[in-house]
């Protein structure tokens, strides 16, 4: 599915509250309907707020408990939906409206988005102007004149145009002709005809975006070791595994049998000159009119390219005949060629390849009982909180016990990781410093997880400037918004959040691929299949949704997936019920009952 787009004008009020919007709004809208113009308007209140009153059914029936309440009559009708996670979008809301049926959508708030907006400012109200620092401001409805410094800026902008604030006529006709394209929008970052998709906060991160900024700062780690073939199991291949010997050795039978020259199947019996188990040969050339009974795995003689399987024989003394009528025979069937695997010197196990099961036995049947790996990543871990505890000890007040270092830990040594677990760090400038100056000089890679990834406290700041270059961010996904990435002098460090199921939605998306990057993976990329939503999958414009799902198979042979119910980022059973996150696209406004969607499986990362 693409983006949503405002395939109409969109236009904001932005002003600090005691201006009067609502006021101004509300005289506008009569003089805008008159001409003809269709309005929606979206308000955005800072406020819980109920529009039902108390007493009447749909009231009743929301306090209940229904998460969504719809109510219609002839002449109107109206959704009540409960949002307790999280605050709708823009995009989201904008999305709501019929805009078939609409010439303008108007907007009360939301004025740290990038949208078109007309600036209101009164004087008493004794707030600062907002258009020398917002570019998508393209007029200012004032009651006083602009100040000097504010003239500089306004200059900056192509012509922005002034208004009085309580000249409703003057305003009403500036929209009219905003609506009509008669405005010039250059200043604004978005225009009439707004992609809905665009509409994020400032500094927020897509997650591909997030991704490729974070990878472009790692280097792989090239030191090796060598290692028994034991011992191998999921380590990464340094060098270029390279056969010595062609698999298989000799040309052999792919069955049990007899051994026959390819150019000499006319014969009605052959004579039967030596029987060969595997391991074993017969060491002169077959001759014309002679078979050799053969095992599997065996090496076919000289001059013998086909082999007959021995369900089709019939052998009496020396002598065996074919059943034709069972099957013809084909020159070369059944025969397996000497390098047919792997030829001498050809690659066995590619360089920054994991090895496996199906590695270890392929190795192994080279003859080679060592291998060349690269050095496992060492990665730091620690929890940061006075009010974090270890699991085991008497639970104090208003405290938690420490869950994160226990799910990171799982999920590293999956990765194939050695981890370094620095413990619980109190809230502490100097206990952080020293726990940072550790990492960096023991591992690879440093974890956090708590109030380090988003910067709360001053003191955290301060540290982390000192130490290194960090930057702050904001992913426009959910769970796991919050991170913190950078560099401790040269080792890379992940600031997690401190909600449980953030702290593994986050590893997976950015810390596992840096993982394999330092590792030597390059492009690596994790499994994903689609899947036939079961349900109907939230999401919002513009944010990659991760759900915890529950994918199988139906009767019908269809991959489908389900949730695993309440998905709340401390909710640590969603994930441990889940084999997949349900990831929906940015592109993707909601997944409804029927629709594909991406299924990405847990087994073996978690």
Request: hydrophobic share 40%.
């Amino acid at each position: 599915m693409s983006k949503i787009h405002a395939s109409l004008p969109l236009l904001g009020f932005a002003a600090f509250s005691g201006t009067g919007k609502t006021t101004l709004l509300e005289a506008m809208l009569p003089k805008l309907v008159a001409r003809g113009i269709r309005v929606a308007v979206i308000k955005h209140a800072h406020h819980d707020f109920d529009i039902d009153q108390p007493g009447k059914d749909s009231h009743r029936l929301r306090k209940a408990g229904a998460s969504q309440m719809l109510i219609s009559s002839r002449c109107r009708r109206a959704l009540v939906t409960e949002t307790p996670d999280e605050e709708a979008t823009l995009p989201h809301l904008i999305a709501q409206l019929d805009q078939t049926q609409l010439d303008l959508i108007l907007v009360e708030g939301f004025k740290k988005l990038s949208f078109p907006k007309i600036e209101l400012h009164r004087s008493e109200v004794g707030k600062p102007w907002l258009h020398p620092t917002d570019d998508n401001i393209i007029a200012v409805a004032a009651n006083v004149a602009v100040p000097v410094s504010g003239s500089a800026a306004l200059a900056e902008k192509a012509s922005l145009p002034l208004l009085d604030i309580n000249n409703l006529e003057q305003i009403t006709d500036f929209v009219v002709r905003f609506i009509q394209g008669e405005v010039d929008t250059s200043a604004a970052s978005q225009s009439q005809g707004l992609q809905c998709g665009d509409l994020t906060p400032q500094g927020m991160l897509s997650v591909a975006e997030g991704r490729e900024r974070i990878l472009g700062h790692i280097v792989p780690i090239e030191q090796a070791q060598t290692v028994d073939l034991k011992a191998a199991l999921g380590q990464i291949v340094a060098r270029d595994i390279l056969s010595p010997v062609n698999v298989p050795q000799h040309t052999n039978s792919a069955m049990d049998g007899y051994a026959i020259r390819g150019d000499d199947l006319e014969r009605e019996d052959y004579t039967v000159v030596a029987h060969v188990m595997a391991g074993h040969s017969y060491d002169l050339p077959l001759e014309k009119g002679q078979a050799v009974r053969i095992m599997t795995g065996a090496a076919v003689p000289e001059y013998a390219d086909t082999v007959v399987m021995r369900e089709q024989a019939e052998q009496i003394d020396n002598i065996v005949r074919f059943n034709l009528n069972m099957a013809a025979i084909n020159a070369g069937q059944n025969v397996r060629q000497a390098g047919e695997d792997l030829a001498l010197g050809q690659t066995a196990v590619a360089a920054n390849s994991k090895i496996t099961a199906p590695e270890l036995g392929m190795i192994a049947s080279l003859g080679i009982n060592q291998v060349s790996v690269k050095r496992a990543i060492r990665v730091a871990i620690f929890s940061t909180g006075d009010e974090v505890q270890h699991p085991g000890e008497a639970q104090k007040n208003n405290c938690i016990y420490d869950s994160n270092r226990y799910t990171l830990h799982a999920m590293l040594t999956q990765a194939g990781c050695e981890v370094i677990d620095l413990g619980i760090i109190e809230d502490n400038e100097a206990a952080l410093e020293m726990t940072l100056e550790q990492g960096a000089q023991q591992a690879d890679l440093i974890l956090s997880s708590g109030g380090v990834s988003v910067g709360d406290a001053d003191y955290i700041k301060t540290v982390l400037a000192k130490l290194g270059q960090i930057n702050f961010w904001r992913i426009n996904m959910r769970p796991g918004r919050p991170l913190a990435f950078g560099h401790i002098d040269d080792t890379p460090f992940f600031g997690l959040p401190g909600n449980p199921v953030a702290v593994m939605v986050v590893f997976l998306q950015f810390v596992e691929p840096v993982i394999r990057k330092l590792q030597g993976m390059d492009n690596w990329q994790p499994q994903v299949f689609n899947a036939v939503a079961t349900e109907k999958f939230r999401s919002r414009p513009n944010r990659t949704e991760y759900t915890r799902g529950i994918f199988s198979f139906d009767a019908n042979g269809r991959l489908t997936v389900k949730s695993t119910g309440q998905q709340g980022s401390g909710i640590l059973r969603s994930m441990s019920e889940a084999n997949c996150l349900v990831e929906v696209l940015p592109e993707q406004a909601n997944a409804e009952i029927g629709d594909l969607v991406r299924v990405v499986p847990l087994q073996g990362r978690v």
